[in-house]
């Protein structure tokens, strides 16, 4: 089982924003990495295209729009290549004037 959890620090800039995601390190022996997915409201996630990979326990998502509601979910991979089911989906919206709000961390027990 592996514990994966994001929590959102927003950054809005005045024309974009970045969002800086964090969470506990994996501890299966093959782990090989870390995929974040990201969509607006209302679309699909991209599983081609993760807006971030690494293996580092934090990123930081760049030149986000403002006014834009985004949502994010986390998975881990194996060496193997094998990837982890979506982690907890959390969402943060940023207005024009620089405020974002989201519900800051999510947690999910993946297999």
Known sequence: MVVLSICLAVSPLTHAMDVTLAW?????????????????????FDYDNPAWEGTTTSCTIRG????TSYCFVGRAYDLAGN??????????????????SGSGCFIDVMN
């Open 24 to 44: 506990d390190p994996n501890t299966e022996d093959d782990l090989a990495g870390y995929r974040v997915y990201i969509r607006e409201v209302d679309e699909d």
């Open 64 to 67: 986000l729009k403002s006014n």
């Open 83 to 100: 990837e982890s089911e979506d982690s907890y989906e959390d969402c943060v919206s940023a207005g024009s004037g620089g405020s974002s």
